[in-house]
């Protein structure tokens, strides 16, 4: 068989089984992202059967699925509505990152990982997924409540913030000097602040350029346009996925509804990929001497968040039952966790052992989170004051 022949048959076969696991996970009511994950343990190195002729194939499609990941979820927002949000909840956004950062860096840095591993770490847990908090927040009919504004607002905070930290972690994985990190940090926040001038004052130029009403036309010009920014990025030693993000926050009205409906179909697909393409880097045998402290970092990371939504909400003038929602839409990590441990690995600047530590940690708070929005419900009608005692929910 040919190397080609086994790429085709082995890349097929893993697509349609991410289908069957997409499915699966919407019939139980959970994310996919830990079925994805499982599912490249089970096939990748020291796996039941190992896809060798997939792991170049995936390592490619992975970096994409990456970039529209950032992209679309920069659609979500424009520039106004993000410094409107920094505005809003830099106070709840600094408590977030304390709480939630330190908790990672810490168990780093007691393992003997040091401070390369202490700012990876410290990633993977401060960050909450965006895409499992959206697809919570709209299953149980969250969209409308008062606390959704918080919470929404602490993930633009944490979109900010990672805009700062992947130059940053990416100049220190690549062993540049002090300076040199210093540039790069620079030059992250002078695109940062370039792009959102350009978006506020000429965002409709940037939305002319990729936009078409031939659904063709336009699909080319988006993702040819999100490929060239995070290249270009690259070259500027800023990570690519930000240089995606910077573009979808450009990208503006009409444009951005169109860019998510044509978009999305190749977001899931690619980004299953890369989470199947973690996995197959990673050696399930490496997981059990680290699950005990993924476990007690989970409920750690659990609490924190919780903290950390119930404080904003509380401020916001929100009753209890909100202020348990708001904490608890935050506590599920996925994607943007896996992009960071996914850097690092790739870099060779940490051990194989901080990726374990990352996927189980991944697996445990992507399956607890919406657990935990789901059931925070009864613990609602619980403390729920009787009828006719006013309240702000």
Do not use: C
Not at 38 to 60: N, S, Y
Not at 140 to 160: H, P
Not at 248 to 263: D, E, N, P, Q
């Amino acid at each position: 068989m040919t190397p080609l022949a086994l790429s085709l048959i082995e890349l097929g076969a893993v697509v349609f089984s991410l289908g069957l696991l997409a499915r699966l996970a919407g019939r139980i009511g959970m994310s996919p992202i830990p079925l994805y994950l499982l599912g490249g343990l089970a096939f990748g190195t020291g796996g039941i059967v190992e896809l060798d002729g997939m792991k170049p194939v995936a390592h490619l499609f992975g970096e994409i699925g990456v970039i529209l990941l950032l992209l679309m979820l920069g659609l979500e927002y424009t520039a106004s509505q993000l410094l409107t949000g920094l505005r809003r909840s830099w106070q709840a956004g600094l408590l977030d990152l304390v709480l939630n950062f330190l908790p990672g860096a810490a168990l780093a840095l007691f393992l003997g990982w040091g401070l390369v591993g202490a700012m990876v770490m410290g990633g993977v847990t401060y960050i909450s997924s965006s895409g499992i908090a959206a697809k919570v927040i709209t299953d149980l009919g969250w969209l409308n409540n008062r606390e959704t504004r918080v919470v929404i607002s602490i993930l633009v905070f944490e979109d900010l913030t990672m805009a700062v930290y992947l130059p940053v972690l990416t100049s220190i994985l690549a062993g540049l000097s002090f300076l040199g990190g210093l540039t790069t940090v620079g030059i992250a926040l002078a695109a940062v602040s370039v792009v959102l001038i350009v978006a506020l004052r000429h965002g409709h130029h940037v939305s002319k350029a990729v936009h078409s009403e031939n659904s063709e036309v336009f699909l080319l010009k988006v993702l040819g346009a999100a490929l060239l920014v995070a290249g270009v990025a690259s070259v500027m030693q800023v990570s690519a996925a930000v240089g995606a993000f910077l573009l979808g926050i450009a990208i503006s009205g009409v444009t951005s509804h169109s860019a998510t409906r044509v978009l999305t179909p190749l977001r899931d697909l690619f980004a299953a990929i890369f989470f199947v393409a973690f996995g197959l880097n990673t050696d399930p045998g490496s997981i059990p001497p680290v699950l005990g402290w993924a476990l007690v970092l989970a409920l750690v990371t659990a609490a924190s968040k919780m903290a950390t939504g119930m404080w904003a909400a509380k401020r916001a003038g929100i009753g209890r039952p909100g202020r348990l929602r708001a904490g608890a839409a935050l506590i599920a990590r996925g994607e943007f966790s896996i992009v960071i441990s996914g850097l690092a690995v790739a870099s060779g600047a940490v051990t194989q052992d901080l990726a374990a530590m990352a996927t189980a940690y991944v697996l445990v708070m992507a399956v607890v989170g919406p657990l935990a929005a789901r059931y925070v419900e009864q613990l609602v009608e619980i403390v729920r004051p009787p009828e006719g005692v006013a309240t702000k929910v």
